[in-house]
């Protein structure tokens, strides 16, 4: 075992959810950590590496949010339904420090896989325009929703929202009881990119920021792409049950990298990631077991 040296540590601080999760949800751990436990390894791995908190979802405990301050966290993910059944929490957020809400807008497929629906959702962007909350839209792409990116950006601006960022659906927690015509193909994959060129180029910056997670892999359409995969490299995930992962969407028992020991992460030395391909995408969607194996070196 060695002592993770990286840049990135994402602390996850529940698996809990409001809603008994998604049908796509990800989410593959469990445990909850105390809010206590959580400031006490913020203060310690802040010294260290950059820190970030994730949920399941967050809301489910107010006082996590003390912590955020202490990794100097002004952004949080959330699902909505918090803020929607009870919006004062948006002036405890930003007694804390909160400035940007980044939550789930799944358009196309929100009623299919959330019980949050659009009206709810758009009601809480009232609440967070009225507390002078900025706002990013968080959407998970299938194969229904693919072919409608510019139609997403142009609704992103309408509502008001700084940014938009697009996950792939990935095979993975809830998600693998899905029915497998959800995952993109590679051809769905590549009609995304240049989707995506469209509209960077129609939304300068200070319009809308627009992003998309590594789950897409590397954009073969662009030779300009610097696409690196830093999981188990230069970022991990310590879950509540203190084992480490290579990235959040691979947080799942038997995929284990790792320990969180006396405030210190500790990794098997074997970790072999070069970061040409997305870990989880080739584990989940494509079911490459054999690279990712080759890759994080794990024992059977």
């Known amino acids: 075992m060695v002592e993770y040296e990286g840049k990135e540590v994402i602390l996850m601080a529940c698996s809990s959810c409001n809603i008994k999760r998604c049908k796509h ?5 469990e445990g909850d950590r105390t809010p206590l436990e959580l400031k006490k390894l913020a203060n ?5 590496h950059e820190v970030y908190i994730n949920g399941a979802e967050v809301l489910v ?3 996590y949010f003390d912590s955020y301050k202490i990794v100097n966290q002004n952004w949080m993910l959330t699902n909505g ?3 929607y059944k009870n919006p004062s929490i948006l002036d405890y957020l930003k007694e804390r420090g909160i400035e940007i809400v980044e939550m789930s807008y799944h358009f196309g497929i929100q009623d299919k896989i959330s019980k949050i629906n659009n009206s709810m959702l758009e009601k809480n962007i009232e ?3 009225a507390k002078d909350m900025k706002f990013k839209l968080l959407v998970t792409i299938n194969t229904e929703n693919y072919n409608m990116i510019e139609k997403m950006c142009d609704k992103a601006v309408e509502l008001g929202a700084y940014g938009i960022e697009f996950t792939n659906f990935l095979s993975q927690g809830n998600a693998r009881n899905m029915n497998s015509t959800n995952l993109l193909s590679s051809e ?4 995304f990119f240049d989707q995506l060129l469209i509209v960077r180029k129609k939304y300068s910056k200070e319009q809308l920021i627009i992003d998309r997670s590594g789950l897409f892999g590397k954009n073969k359409n662009n030779s300009n792409c610097h696409f690196d995969c830093i999981a188990g490299r230069d970022m991990v995930v310590v879950t509540p049950d203190d084992n480490v992962y290579p990235c959040l969407f691979l947080a799942k028992p038997g995929l284990e990298i790792g320990k969180l020991a006396d405030g210190k992460i500790l990794l098997n030395e074997y970790i072999e990631n070069e970061g040409n391909l997305c870990l989880a995408q080739e584990l989940c969607n494509n079911n ?3 690279f990712v194996s080759k890759v994080l070196k794990l024992r059977k």
Do not use: H, M
């Not at 310690?44 to 260290?48: D, H």
């Open 81 to 83: 339904f918090e803020i």
């Open 44 to 48: 310690i791995l802040t010294k260290r």
């Open 61 to 63: 405990n107010k006082e």
């Open 25 to 29: 949800c990800y989410i593959s751990y």
């Open 288 to 290: 490459n077991e054999e």
């Open 188 to 191: 769905q994959i590549s009609a």
């Open 127 to 129: 609440y967070l325009k």
